[in-house]
């Protein structure tokens, strides 16, 4: 309970060790604000920690790493919850509310590769690891000789199993590896350009409940403006496209030097054949309507095709973003 000058606040968190890295980031943030808080870390293993054996578009796809840490907000058991912004679906629950997003950290994808080839040197036939449908999708349009597998856990876990034969090379987030001190393991930064990062890639963001006026205040004073504007317009572009639900879209926004907002959206089809991209810019206050504005555009330049495709297919191996 908050009352009188001191108070405690419990956060929840993923109970992995790059979850508490960045939950200890947010409070970090949190305490230069206001000293005489008190953080109780509550730990939450959600589905996507629990089932490790299946791809992730077999056990719900986007939001199986939020669904256990909303549902504490919901019964009290924390009162703001920190996320990867990229695992938290477009469409908020009802009472909840993203109430602070910064901090965003490389949002690029990169290869991970022990023999320090890049993509294009792999050899013919090279398995590359990864869990993301949107990755796969977009560099299968690069090269069809590529063997794209699934892999699941952690990111130590899943550098221990390149280290031991699993796959040749891998797939992953910068901001990731980056945060954990491991980039001296990244053999390519690919281009925003040719595989586009998920939304909200990068960044944290920090939910609580949007009754609690006391949390609301005090995380929305570690919001920055600029993150927010980008994440607004990448969130739109997705939900306009259907809330990304084992869809391999992605989008990234950022400011100009001008000071316009400017996204960059793709989608593309699982096997990469057909793959959408386009580029929109706007002034930062219509961050919305731009992600709007750029999904329909490319839905009228065919890419809706690809999307009710994708509808239709069952789960691929290689699980959503």
Known sequence: MLSGKRSTLRVGTRESVLARLQTDMALAALRQL???????????????????NKPLSEIGGRGVFVKELEEALYEGAVDLVVHSLKDLPTEMPNDLVLAATFGREDPRDVLVCNTGATFAQLPPLSRV?????????????????????????????RLK??????????????????????????????????????????????????????????????????????????????????GGCSVPVGALAHLRPDGMLEIAGTVASLDGQRVFRKTMSAPVAAAESLGETLAQAMLLDGAGAVLSELLACPAATVSPP
């Open 34 to 52: 206001n000293a005489n808080i008190e953080f109780e870390i509550v730990a939450i293993k959600t589905s996507g920690d629990k089932v490790l």
């Open 161 to 242: 199993k390149h280290d031991e034969g699993h796959c040749d090379a891998m797939v992953l987030a910068a901001a990731g590896l980056i945060r954990l001190g491991q980039e001296t393991r990244i053999s390519e930064f690919f281009d925003p350009l040719i595989c586009t990062p998920a939304v909200g890639q990068g960044v944290l963001g920090v939910e609580c409940r949007s009754q609690d006026a006391f949390v609301l205040a005090l995380l929305q004073r570690i919001d920055q403006p600029g993150v927010r504007a980008a994440i607004t317009a990448e969130r739109a572009f997705l939900n306009k496209l259907g």
């Open 129 to 157: 690891a990864t869990s993301s449908r949107r990755r796969a999708a977009q560099l299968l349009a690069l090269r069809q000789d590529i063997e794209f597998v699934d892999i699941r856990g952690n990111i130590q876990t």
